[in-house]
């Protein structure tokens, strides 16, 4: 019954019952995904994928977020999702380290365009697709992650195909036959982190998503209890698992309000070392540093542990690479993880006098570094919470200037503007052309 009674609370669920807060929220999410969707348009992976127009053959109907080329709805999806996590600088759901807005959002624009449906319909199925994804998400973790699995990619098909079931008008029936086949698509390998197929996984997840509710609405059939059948998603891809958190306190309870947006352009669980070691350089200058060591919560480690990278994309999985920019330039954007700054001499020199020591009972936000200077001097510095976590989250006008350095090169100043105003004022929105005009 776990997976009828999810659908029956989505379907249940219109946006008057949802509060203002969680609303903005949602808003928030949308424009932060926008930007570094918008940001990332020009990345060798999208020209890639793009290049394949002619083999394919595809319609030119939807919108490819920061470009002038256009495709069909599910290549869309794809693209846009995919970009949306190239610079690993997307929100963060924190409790289980998924990236919710990558897999829904797309889906949400792509109908949108198709269809020309209201602002109004597409924030509803947004905001619950993300909060149905991001539920499933807390079912599984840590153990369905531990084994490899790539969280956002198989929890966010369901998302994806939730927010089309609810932007589609779908009923019962066809949203449980829709979520059979998002669960039968469930994929993403943690192996692929680095590599230009970790954001591949929540555009494919889009992508999937969105074929699943499309072929469900024509009465394509699937098991209807995909969640909890014996060889269904949980049993089979996570040995320990608590199906009663996806539809605990539905209504009451919002999982996107614990949503965070990142200041730093590379994986959550580095933010708070980036932060003590920006601190700590107004302490003394690199060449007096001997050793920077960080004690940190496990999974920096295990999922960042790359000591000498040698890409861009490798850079944002290198605990030694992030302490070092967050040390030697204040601040690890996106250009901190070019592949000139990632192989440039002061930065692997800095690199070997990073020292990370793993605390099991350090929380993912949370990180100690000590700094040693070549006279002895020892500093110290404690962050409990990073910048970006829900204890310390960004604010609004940091939200919207790292919006405008992402989208201003690509789209330009008028239309970076105008996107702000139109995601913060949603509900005065008449039509969603009104946010698409803007995205190219």
Known sequence: ????????????????????????????????????????????????????????????????????????????ALINGMSSHIFDFDDTHLDTIHH????????????????????????????????????????VYPSHYDLGWHITSTAGVFGATIAAAVILDMNEEELLNGLGLAGTQASGLREMFGTMTKPFHPGKAAQNGLLSALLARKGFTSSKQVLEA??????????????????????????????????YACGIVLHPSIDSCIELNKKASPDEVVKVEITVNPYVLELTGKKEPKTGLEGKFSIYHSAAVGYLYGEAGEKQ????????????????????????????????????????????????????????????????????????????????????????????????????????
């Open 100 to 139: 919710p807005s990558g897999p829904v959002a797309p889906v949400v624009f792509a109908l949108g365009e198709k269809y020309d449906v209201a602002p109004d319909k597409l924030l509803l199925g947004f905001i619950l697709g993300c909060e149905a994804e991001l539920r499933i998400s807390n079912a």
């Open 230 to 263: 014996k060889r269904g998603f949980a049993n089979v891809l996570a040995p320990e698992h608590d199906l009663e958190k996806v539809n605990v306190d539905w209504g009451s309870q919002w999982e996107l309000l614990k949503n965070s947006f990142k200041p």
């Open 337 to 440: 993880y070019s592949d000139d700054i990632v192989n440039s001499k002061d930065v692997t020199e800095f690199r070997k006098k990073i020292h990370p020591v793993v605390n099991n009972n350090f929380k993912e936000d949370e990180a100690h570094t000590k700094l040693t200077l070549k006279d002895g001097t020892v500093y110290e510095y404690t962050v409990k919470h990073a910048t970006g976590s829900i204890d310390n989250p960004m604010k609004d006008e940091d939200i919207k200037l790292k919006f405008t350095s992402l989208a201003e090169p690509v789209i330009g100043s008028e239309k970076t503007k105008s996107l702000i105003d139109a995601i913060y004022n949603w509900s005065d929105l008449k039509t969603f052309d009104q946010i698409l005009v803007h995205t190219t």
């Open 1 to 76: 019954m776990i997976t009828k009674n999810l659908v029956d609370n989505v379907l249940k669920t219109k946006l008057d019952d949802i509060p203002g807060e969680v609303k903005l929220h949602g808003q928030k999410s949308l424009l932060n995904w926008l930007g570094v969707a918008i940001g990332a348009a020009n990345h060798p992976s999208v020209d890639i994928v793009l290049s394949l127009k002619e083999e394919l053959d595809w319609s030119e109907d939807i919108t490819v977020l920061g470009r002038k080329e256009k495709s069909d709805m599910l290549t869309a």
